[in-house]
């Protein structure tokens, strides 16, 4: 039996390890898979190094969203260790003047203590396509796992410093896989064509009728293109 791949995933904002569960499962017969835990950093190298604390020695890296960001950073201070890199519904833009009011915003409507219910309708329907608002299962599962996490994480998790990628993306020469929803409103699909624009023999694989999180809108087709990026 040929040796699994380890296989670190990285969820985004308000995510665990729900975020991946079927490309977990999908994948598990060629890849040793783990989910970082992103929820105690206060900086986003003190994440990066809570995630590298509990990570295999080398490992192929997938961050989605915020994951995204961890990722980039993973590779700032430990190159070496990662074996090849998926970017799933994420940037490496610097949070925009407008971005950033619009966290704080968000920050300062989460009131402590006090009940915190994970992402409302508003939210919901910038994370999700909108063809799957009636989608039950699916809006309850993201429902719950946001909820879960609460509003703790969601404070410091918001506030982390999100910086441009160019110096990590630019030149990178390891297998990458660039993965968007053809819908992402959090980070649209013209950013993900300029990553994959700025890395030559870099994949870009978008995924239509589906919005920013895709690993949970579209499981199937994000785990093939992972798992053609872990056999490339």
Not at 15 to 20: G, M, S, T, V
Not at 158 to 175: E, I, N, Q
Request: proline share 5%.
């Amino acid at each position: 039996m040929t040796e699994r791949i380890p296989l670190l995933l990285l969820p985004g904002l308000l995510n665990d390890a729900e975020l991946w569960r079927e490309q977990v499962a999908a994948l598990s017969d060629i890849a040793d898979c783990s989910v970082g835990d992103q929820t105690h950093g206060e900086t986003m190298q003190a994440v990066a190094e809570d995630v590298l604390a509990q990570a295999p020695e080398r490992f192929a890296l997938a961050g989605f969203s915020l994951g995204g960001f961890v990722a980039q950073q993973i590779l700032r201070v430990a190159p070496e260790r990662v074996l090849r890199l998926a970017l799933i519904d994420t940037s490496f833009h610097a949070d925009s003047p407008e971005r950033a009011a619009q966290r704080q915003s968000q920050r300062s409507s989460v009131r402590l203590p006090g009940t915190f219910h994970g992402f409302g309708d508003k939210l919901m329907r910038s994370y999700i396509d909108t063809s799957r608002l009636d989608d039950y299962v699916l809006v309850q599962r993201v429902r719950d796992m946001t909820a879960r996490l609460g509003a703790e994480v969601f404070l410091r998790q918001s506030a982390l410093d999100r910086v441009d990628g160019h110096d990590v993306l630019h030149g990178y020469r390891d297998p990458l896989l660039i993965v968007c929803g053809a819908n992402d409103r959090i980070t649209p699909l013209a950013i993900s064509e300029e990553m994959h624009a700025l890395v030559p023999g870099s994949t870009l694989v978008v995924m239509p009728d589906c919005g920013h999180l895709a690993p949970m809108e579209k499981p199937e087709e994000v785990s093939a293109a992972m798992r053609d990026w872990l056999l490339a």
